[in-house]
């Protein structure tokens, strides 16, 4: 594979490495970052004499940025060591340690002593150090597994081995730490947890303020552009209703966030919240439709992974972060359907602030897939996709019991994690039968966990008739769609048209749906596609087109974008124009 680099990785400095705030929707001013040079090593045996030299956290051993660029393998140990330092100024009166994502399980220990441990490779955790910590020089260590396809965690499109056509369709695996490491000083009675629930047709919204104490009264400020518009006293650990008269709504042309200041007397936090609503309707010809704050709305986006060519899961940088959605959105998209991954909490900000929708995708596990019966058939025939109950655990790869379980688990723990940011509209917990299993019960506990938003529930095919949409997969034939009674007609993936350019392009080996030779065929098969495919569906009940991808990965060369994001494939100034005339179709039509 040839090493591509964008231009954010070419200027990363090794002693400063995204040390942006990790926690945007619960800030407060007591911050340190780990992020930066530490010591690793890779052995066969849970038991370490000595260290191989340095990585550079949080880039995943793989990736070249780590310093590394080896593959950890399923019987590998992967040990890390960092030295630290505390002085009595930064403790006030308990530490707790920070890991925004360690794939796949960790062991944590800090001075000797062993802290906690950790399974799941997507999400943040966090230990209370309090007793462990010293003041002086500190010695942080993990020891961590990743098993990738051998194990039934959620993975993504993490794969060891790639098999066949569709192998393309993954990429290297992403082991050990990828996201943030930091720590932060609080009291003894401190703010845990934050929910903010919009109700937008009450003009108001809820606030839960969770604490590690017992319940007390704090005082609420909201602010929009700075100004005080609400201030208030609650009481903690209870869910209260505040009323915002004449409120500014959020929507990706008009990105209002309100922010919002709380104070307990021990503690003071700092978030945001955006006023918008996500539901479905029957426009003026009865048709069933998406809505964004009571308006017929087509969700109009790209499928984003997330991968980079010299740190893989983990942005080179926080504009490199952004880089892409303000690209998608000067190009007139409104939404990223972040697929199988979950990103650290700065990318939702950045849609939250920018004003780009997000559905998103719980990463895949189980074990490793049958890619005829996941891939081919459905592909091929349309009634399979929608004839295969998921009950059948073995043929899903989900005969695993515990494995299911932590699908649960990690899925409970994404929607918690993420509930605050405004721009999420969409869950999506299955994607094309990988790993899928009782697809109807995820739906039932999203639904538990968030009203709020809209279930993708399964998404592309294997339809088990529930969740809000219809969800529509198209690849090979043309797009022909019909109204549904009781769920919003949705192309949730389609095109993948793939353009190697010279020089930005990192595998031998190609894939794409349909193949074109430079920029100028391309774009003329793409908007080809949006004429004869999308717009005529429009008047029939089409409500999302969701094109793959944002940009290159690996092999996979169907992206709007180079890997390196240096070229952007399609003619700009056509998408734009696509862009509009679908906004405009849409509009005339509802």
Excluded at 164 to 171: A, C, D, N, P, T
Aim: glycine share 6%; net charge neutral; proline share 4%.
């Amino acid at each position: 594979m040839k090493q591509l680099m964008t231009k954010w990785g070419k200027k990363v400095d090794n002693k400063d490495v995204l040390k942006e705030y990790p926690r945007p929707n619960l800030v407060r001013d007591s911050y340190l970052n780990l992020n930066g040079e530490w010591e690793y090593a890779i052995t066969k045996s849970k038991d370490i004499e000595k260290y191989d030299g340095n990585i550079v956290v949080p880039f995943s051993p793989e990736a070249y940025l780590s310093g590394v660029q080896r593959i950890v393998q399923p019987d590998d140990y992967l040990h890390y060591r960092c030295k630290f330092m505390l002085d009595t100024d930064f403790i006030k009166k308990r530490l707790i340690l920070h890991f925004g994502a360690v794939d796949q399980e960790c062991e944590v220990s800090l001075n000797g002593i062993r802290i906690g441990e950790h399974k799941g490779g997507y999400l943040p955790f966090s230990f209370d150090i309090t007793n462990e910590m010293r003041i002086g020089e500190n010695t942080l260590t993990l020891c961590v597994v990743d098993r990738t396809e051998k194990a039934p965690h959620a993975r993504g499109k993490q794969k060891l081995v790639k098999k066949g056509k569709y192998g393309s369709l993954f990429y290297t695996p992403n082991s050990g730490i990828w996201k943030t490491v930091w720590l932060e000083s609080v009291s003894e009675e401190y703010i845990t947890n934050l929910r903010v629930t919009p109700c937008f047709d009450e003009s108001a919204i809820t606030v839960l303020v969770s604490t590690n104490g017992e319940p007390k009264e704090a005082n609420i400020r909201i602010l929009f552009k700075d100004n005080v518009v609400e201030e208030t006293i609650i009481q903690t650990d209870k869910t209260v209703k505040i009323v915002l008269d004449s409120f500014k709504s959020w929507t990706p042309d008009e990105p209002n966030l309100y922010d919002i200041e709380i104070d307990t007397g021990t503690d003071k936090v700092t978030s945001y919240f955006g006023m918008r609503k996500f539901s479905t309707g029957k426009d003026k010809n009865g048709i069933l439709r998406f809505f964004l704050n009571n308006k017929p709305y087509f969700f109009n986006g790209l499928l984003d992974q997330g991968y980079w060519p010299e740190s893989l899961l983990t942005p080179p940088s926080d504009d490199a972060l952004k880089y892409d959605i303000i690209k998608l959105k000067e190009l007139g998209y409104n939404t990223i359907r972040k697929h199988i991954k979950i990103e650290s909490e700065r990318f939702y900000y950045h849609c939250d602030k920018i004003g780009m929708i997000v559905w998103q995708d719980m990463p895949n596990g189980g074990g490793d897939y049958n890619m005829v019966f996941v891939t081919y058939l459905p592909n091929a025939f349309n009634w399979f996709a929608r004839g295969v109950k998921d009950s059948l655990y073995s043929l899903f790869k989900r005969r695993d019991e515990e494995g299911r379980r932590q699908y649960y688990n990690d899925l409970e723990g994404m929607v918690n994690q993420l509930y605050n940011h405004p721009s999420i509209a969409v869950w999506v917990p299955f994607n094309e039968g990988w790993g899928q299993f009782d697809a109807n019960m995820a739906t039932k506990k999203i639904c538990k966990l968030d009203s709020t938003r809209l279930v993708n529930e399964a998404c592309g095919w294997f339809d088990q008739n529930g969740g809000d949409m219809y969800s529509i997969h198209n690849y090979i034939r043309k797009l022909k769609v019909k109204p549904q009674s009781n769920r919003v007609v949705a192309l949730t993936e389609y095109g993948g048209y793939s353009y190697p350019v010279e020089n930005h392009v990192a595998c031998e080996k190609e894939f794409g749906y349909k193949s074109y030779k430079n920029a100028e065929e391309l774009t003329e098969n793409y908007k080809r596609l949006w004429e004869e495919e999308i717009y005529p569906n429009i008047k029939d009940g089409l409500c999302s087109a969701i094109y793959t991808q944002t940009s290159d990965i690996e092999e996979e060369i169907n992206g709007l974008m180079t890997y390196d994001r240096e070229i952007v494939k399609i003619k700009k100034e056509v998408v734009k124009a696509l862009n509009q005339k679908l906004k405009d179709i849409f509009q005339r039509t509802v």
